[in-house]
């Protein structure tokens, strides 16, 4: 689920557009009416973005509920098995909203697996994703200006933003923003299997694309073969709920960063404890509030810490930078702050509005009491990593027509598939996986003591790829219910 917490551009444009780096929407229109019910066979082509891959085109209704209506266009894209395949395999990738035409491109992250072997991987740029015909919200100003702890006197402008924010993305979005969502997509991946004249479909989903699987198992459990649910939102939490967890995660894994910090207080110098370490930090973000070092104010350092303490592997750097701050060095202070920088804007009058419009598909409370109530818990429990934009307001407060809710996830009737997930992924809390497993009844992979999100191919865990390979390929699950892998060590400092 690409809220990430990297730059503070990213969260910016997560709270007054889309996700930075999420969305990339291509210049196809929606399509006319008049599409049958079963879609023909994809005519593909060369992709003219990586020649190793076909692309096509496939037909989808734009309400699945009036199958002879308007129709809208999917990308789609094919790595075709270098053996005899026993079906396709197809990768959703994270979002909502998607990752710069990821979806298409996601085949490739298993151009040299054994996955190769055995299936056509198809990719898919969802519905008003990518090369796919596009959701568009008009670009507004925010009023007010960002700052991780935002104040009291700021929360109504907060409010005016977001209703302006869903204005323009109702006035640019149009109908079409009413069926972008969970059960939009996953029937779109069913008429994608038809289309491939495929009886079953077999699924990857990281991240959102996690979520989507599990939602199309629960609509088309006979029409589902194996599945991996990579790094799982909690099946039956909101929207804001899920954006309010990733605050909390992000600040249990500073305060594990903390406790291990105030374990070598020798070495780097922060403090003894976490409590104390956790005072350093505090004071450094005050004094960067008053004077900020090189470009970096408290807001900066607030992303920073949080972006830092998610991955093991940076600790050491994390506290060299709190270290550094603290005492005034700017040098180290610049090299921060180039971390942080954020990016020009476009000028483009129109931007993506995926985000906006599916994570409506949930309740969202509709009085500005209820977010003022959180914002001012999250500025003060949990700030680090943008941790309180996840309280303030969001458009769906002010939507007038919302997608259609998702069903409760259920596991009867579909096969055992596997659920991987992080143990300290901020993206999608802990919670999330476990829970999920067990409501599919699916083994669970978990990678303890790591803070990645979308594991499988991509880390490089052979723990990890070496069960879902083996899963994917003969079907075999793993023998325990719950298996733990190890994730990348923690700088290698003796405690004191």
């Known amino acids: 689920m690409r809220t990430a917490t990297r730059t503070v551009t990213r969260t910016r444009a997560w709270l007054a557009a889309a996700l930075t780096g999420l969305l990339g929407l291509g210049a196809t229109g929606f399509a006319p009416a008049g599409a049958a019910h079963r879609p023909p066979q994809p005519a593909w082509e060369r992709c003219d973005f990586d020649a190793r891959l076909e692309c ?10 009036r199958p002879r209506g308007r129709t809208l266009d999917l990308a789609v894209s094919r790595l075709a098995a270098e053996g005899r395949p026993r079906g396709v395999l197809l990768a959703v990738n994270g979002g909502p909203g998607g990752n710069e035409g990821m979806g298409r491109r996601a085949p490739l992250r298993f151009a040299d697996s054994p996955l190769r072997s055995a299936y056509d991987l198809i990719g898919v740029d969802l519905r008003g994703t990518g090369g796919s015909s596009p959701v568009h919200c008009e670009v507004t100003t925010p009023t007010v200006p960002f700052d991780s702890r935002t104040p009291d006197s700021s929360f109504a402008g907060l409010w005016a933003d977001a209703r302006a924010s869903e204005q323009g993305c109702a006035r640019a979005g149009g109908a079409e923003r009413r069926h972008i969502g969970t059960v939009s997509v996953a029937r779109d991946l069913d008429r994608v299997r038809a289309a491939l004249g495929e009886r079953k479909l077999n699924l990857i989903g990281y991240a959102y694309g996690s979520y989507v699987a599990a939602v199309y198992g629960t609509l088309f459990p006979h029409r589902l073969d194996r599945s991996v649910l990579d790094s799982v939102r909690h099946p039956d939490w909101t929207w804001r709920q899920q954006f309010m967890a990733q605050a909390v995660a992000i600040r249990e894994n500073v305060g594990d960063w903390a406790r291990w910090a105030g374990r070598r207080d020798g070495a780097l110098g922060l403090g003894g404890s976490e409590r104390r370490v956790m005072a350093t930090v505090e004071r450094t973000a005050a004094e960067l509030a008053e004077r900020p070092v090189n470009g970096m104010n408290r807001t900066a350092f607030d992303a920073t810490v949080g972006s830092l303490a998610n991955d093991r592997t940076r600790w ?23 971390a942080a920088e954020t990016g020009a804007g476009t000028g483009a009058e129109l931007r993506p509005g995926v985000l906006e419009a599916a994570t409506c598909e949930s309740a969202w409370p509709r009085e500005p009491g209820s977010y003022e109530r959180d914002m001012r818990r999250f500025r003060e429990r949990y700030p680090y990593g943008l941790g309180m934009t996840r309280a303030q307001p969001w458009v769906c407060a002010f939507r007038a027509d919302s997608p259609q809710p998702p069903p409760r996830i259920r596991g009867a009737g579909r096969p055992a598939g596997l659920v991987v ?32 999100n979308e594991i499988y191919g991509k880390r490089g865990y052979r723990c990890v790829d070496d069960r879902v390979d083996r899963y994917l390929l003969t079907g075999r699950l793993p023998d325990r219910r719950h298996t733990v892998c190890a994730g990348a060590p923690r700088p290698a400092i003796a405690e004191d």
């Open 56 to 65: 096509a085109t496939v037909r989808v209704p734009l309400d699945h509920a």
């Open 316 to 338: 050491a750097d994390l506290a060299a930078l709190v270290a550094s701050l603290a005492a005034g060095d700017a040098p180290s202070a610049r090299v921060a702050a180039e």
């Open 421 to 452: 997930r992080a143990e300290n992924d901020p993206q999608t809390h802990r919670a999330g996986g476990a829970a999920m497993a067990a409501r599919l009844g699916h083994p669970l992979i978990t990678v303890a003591d790591d803070g990645s």
